[in-house]
């Protein structure tokens, strides 16, 4: 059985606290940065509300940066972007916790009939507290978080997220930070590949074009800083 | 405040990767137990055998009479017991596992929801994983079952199709999903028969890859 009220104790201990349904934000978030968590239910069929199986994801973002990576998306990446949908408590950058704790169970996932939610609630925290916290809790200033986005390490390689996301974010951090655009542009050079797998389909999917139409963007206030307002 | 030293954000190598296929193989074996008539699987464990390369792919229809032995087991999938659940992420587990043995990345571990243009529902895979040759990023169906008949679902066939055409959007780090791909697992049986033919045919066209596994956690080759 899903135990919502021990998880939302267990998350409280670390400073999380329920913002929606199955969204947590730490509350030692800053303006710059903040963090999730997001609980995911589901069983079989998936196509059907269920709640036998829970896996769980963190996330860290930038509002502001994030917002301009995705209108960089729309603007410049294929049909299927169109289909981006973020509300307040989104983030595109967020990585499976069970698969970086290892022992929740297949799929990265814990079981709810076999485990009581006393114990999931521990190991979500314990597997939070332990693994994500050295690798992102000191991550609260926007200078910190480029660094981190720069970065292609576990738990957050660029392989398992959407490049042309990271790119964006990363564009619009550096771009505030004083970076000039040939260096953001040098800086996103090792990367080039996974941003573009995110343009196979999109009307110029050379990523290096990508790169730097959005940070003449950036930097001209043009099209996509425009359409956040 | 800037930055000067690019140094400070280079980041660390990217592991190569092997490269490996995924295409089934197997074929029908008209002995095999089926399930019963006017089942719905959905994607469960459920009634499958193999198709891609095997040989069942010719429409014909197969009795729908069961096993002895398998229908305590049926009755308790049909009852929604826990067992066809269990066995069912046993499959997508040991699915999982063959990717990473043939050089796949594994993007997401868990059931994703992506949007498909021109579909009010998400299309839900179970689990997501990229191509290390062509870097496509494809959404795995795995579908398991006790006997050997695999009912494809007319929505998420239809749903496959427009993925591949015209690419999907996962909710969960909105990657574009462009690929899509089947595994089957059965309880033992040699082959699995995919029905209906049209809807098979459909997945074809689309070039959308199965494989077979006879059980979950057995290693294809």
């Not at chain 1, 660094?147 to 997220?161: G, K, M, S, T």
């Not at chain 2, 069912?88 to 050089?103: C, F, M, P, S, T």
């Not at chain 2, 055409?165 to 899509?180: F, H, P, T, W």
Request: neutral net charge; hydrophobic residues 40%; glycine residues 8%.
């Amino acid at each position: 059985m899903f135990d919502e009220p021990s998880l939302t104790k267990a998350l409280a201990e670390i400073g999380y606290r329920r913002v929606k349904e199955h969204v947590y934000r730490a509350e030692w978030s800053s303006d710059d940065v903040e963090h999730f968590i997001y609980l995911q239910l589901y069983g079989y069929p998936l196509d059907v509300v269920a709640s036998d199986f829970l896996t769980a994801h963190f996330g860290i973002r930038n509002k502001d940066a994030q917002l301009f990576a995705v209108q960089s998306l729309k603007t410049y990446g294929s049909k299927s972007a169109q289909l981006i949908r973020h509300d307040d408590t989104d983030c595109p950058m967020r990585f499976e916790l069970g698969r970086l704790a290892g022992d929740w169970g297949l799929l990265d996932s814990f079981a709810l009939s076999q485990v009581s939610g006393f114990t999931v609630a521990s190991k979500v925290r314990d597997t939070i507290k332990y693994k994500v916290f050295p690798a992102v809790r000191h991550v609260v200033n926007v200078n910190r978080l480029l660094a981190f986005l720069l970065a292609d390490a576990e738990p957050c390689p660029w392989i398992r997220c959407n490049g042309a996301l990271r790119a964006g974010m990363i564009v619009d951090l550096a771009h505030r930070l004083g970076m000039e655009q040939g260096v953001i542009e040098e800086a996103l050079k090792p990367y080039l590949e996974r941003i573009g797998m995110e343009l196979r389909r999109a009307p110029n999917p050379d990523p290096q074009f990508y790169v730097r139409r959005i940070i003449e963007d950036s930097f001209n206030e043009g099209l996509a800083r425009n359409d956040r307002s | 405040m800037g930055f000067s030293k690019l140094s400070e954000f280079d980041g660390q190598p990217r592991p190569e990767l092997a490269t490996g296929e995924l295409h089934g193989g197997g074929h029908y074996n008209p002995n095999q137990p089926r399930v019963p008539a006017g089942h719905h699987d959905g994607g469960q464990w459920t009634p499958m055998a193999l198709a891609a390369s095997a040989g069942s792919d010719d429409g014909r229809v197969l009795s729908d009479a069961s096993a002895d032995n398998n229908w305590k087991l049926w009755a308790q999938y049909a009852a929604g017991g826990n067992e066809p659940n269990r066995q069912h992420r046993k499959g997508v587990e040991a699915a999982k596992q063959i990717y990473l043995r043939d050089g796949y990345s594994v993007v997401v571990s868990s059931a994703v929801a992506v949007d498909v243009p021109g579909f009010e529902t998400p299309r839900f895979y179970d689990f997501i994983v990229q191509d290390p040759k062509t870097k496509e990023v494809i959404g795995v169906e795995v579908k398991t079952t006790f006997f050997d008949t695999i009912r494809l679902n007319s929505d998420q066939v239809a749903k496959d199709v427009a993925v591949v055409q015209g690419g999907a959007r996962a909710r969960v780090l909105d990657y574009e999903i462009s690929g899509v791909s089947y595994i089957t697992y059965c309880n033992g049986c040699a082959a699995v028969d995919v029905r209906t033919a049209v809807l098979r045919a459909a997945l074809v066209t689309a070039r959308i890859p199965f494989r077979h596994g006879t059980k979950p956690g057995e290693t294809l080759p």
